[in-house]
T-cell receptor, first 115, second 113 residues
Framework: AQSVSQHNHHVILSEAASLELGCNYSYGGTVNLFWYVQYPGQHLQLLLK??????LVKGIKGFEAEFIKSKFSFNLRKPSVQWSDTAEYFC?????????????FGKGTKLSVKP | DGGITQSPKYLFRKEGQNVTLSCEQN?????MYWYRQDPGQGLRLIYY???????QKGDIAEGYSVSREKKESFPLTVTSAQKNPTAFYLCATQRTELYNEQFFGPGTRLTVL
């Protein structure tokens, strides 16, 4: 069965530090990948998505992610984090097969940024 | 004001009672989804509906039921058969075309006492 793994449960960084959150997926075929963010008390919202083309995807608020097919990875990066980036981040992949269009989510990574 | 409305924001129920969570959307999206979010577990799919009057079980449908009588509405009933109903419930919508993102509501936190 398809799955998504996020390596870090909780990451703590100081402001201006660089961020990389890991995401690996299990499906070997064509994939569509997403990163969602949940700020404290707010809706889950889309950060960025990859469907095809350039494997380096840029999203909102200075985030980017790189799709590496050979590594089954879609890691999220930001060169310099801010206190306002404190949130929970979820990687997701579109499920293929009987439930097309549904998303499979990773377990999430909580990011705490110290001012 | 376009979007997804979930009500109530917080809900408390006694064990053994059924409870219905509301999800309404005015985005004109065909597909709607219910997820359950537990700490450290990510989001898990309960039920989804791609068109009116049709819905499918997700990964953790046991103890839940849904209906889709109108395009705008997709209520979720948490029944007494759900063994561990205390959780944060998220409703989402999606346009019919594949590969589009899902849009999420603000969620309902259900606590069963």
């Amino acid at each position: 069965a398809q799955s998504v793994s996020q390596h870090n449960h909780h990451v703590i960084l100081s402001e201006a530090a660089s961020l990389e959150l890991g995401c690996n997926y299990s499906y070997g075929g064509t994939v569509n990948l997403f990163w969602y963010v949940q700020y404290p008390g707010q809706h889950l919202q889309l950060l960025l998505k990859y469907f095809s083309g350039d494997p380096l995807v840029k999203g909102i608020k200075g985030f980017e992610a790189e799709f590496i097919k050979s590594k089954f990875s879609f890691n999220l990066r930001k060169p310099s984090v801010q206190w306002s980036d404190t949130a929970e981040y979820f990687c997701a992949v579109i499920r293929y097969g009987g439930s097309q269009g549904n998303l499979i989510f990773g377990k999430g990574t909580k990011l705490s940024v110290k001012p | 004001d376009g979007g997804i409305t979930q009500s109530p924001k917080y809900l408390f129920r006694k064990e053994g009672q059924n409870v219905t969570l509301s999800c309404e959307q005015n985005l004109n999206h065909d597909a709607m989804y219910w997820y359950r979010q537990d700490p450290g577990q990510g989001l898990r799919l309960i039920y989804y509906s791609q068109i009116v009057n049709d819905f499918q079980k997700g990964d953790i449908a046991e103890g839940y039921s849904v209906s889709r009588e109108k395009k705008e509405s997709f209520p979720l009933t948490v029944t007494s058969a759900q063994k561990n109903p205390t959780a944060f419930y998220l409703c989402a919508t999606q346009r019919t075309e594949l590969y589009n993102e899902q849009f999420f509501g603000p969620g309902t936190r259900l606590t069963v006492l």
